[in-house]
């Protein structure tokens, strides 16, 4: 049988091996954090959208269900129809009168 004997390398050759790793390890923590798309800047610009568009969507829910408080309320309470009518729309009871008490513009003329 035939002994083969591993060839060890020189000292400038496991420096240039040493410097290629690094080189190699530099460049793919590199593109983990800035891969296009993948990365983790990218990552952390999608979860940052998502926690926007959860509060977003947390207000929106509150919004919605004010309102539809609201519209069961002006179903259902005539006295707070008759507030809405009243204060929104100006409208009045039969036989009612507004009388309008604001200061009057002056003219310009002063």
Wanted: no cysteine; aromatic share 8%.
């Amino acid at each position: 049988m035939k002994r083969t004997y591993k060839a060890s390398l020189s000292p400038m050759q496991q420096k240039k091996m040493f410097h290629l790793s690094l080189l190699l390890v530099v460049l793919f923590l590199l593109m983990i954090v800035f891969a296009p798309g993948k990365g983790l800047l990218f990552l952390r610009k999608q979860k940052m959208q998502v926690d926007a568009l959860h509060a977003e969507k947390q207000e929106l829910v509150e919004k919605n269900n004010a309102l539809r408080e609201e519209i069961n309320r002006v179903k259902t309470d005539v006295n707070y129809l008759e507030q809405v009518a009243r204060g929104q729309h100006g409208l009045l009871k039969k036989d009612e009168m507004v009388f309008d008490f604001s200061p009057k513009e002056r003219n310009k003329r002063e």
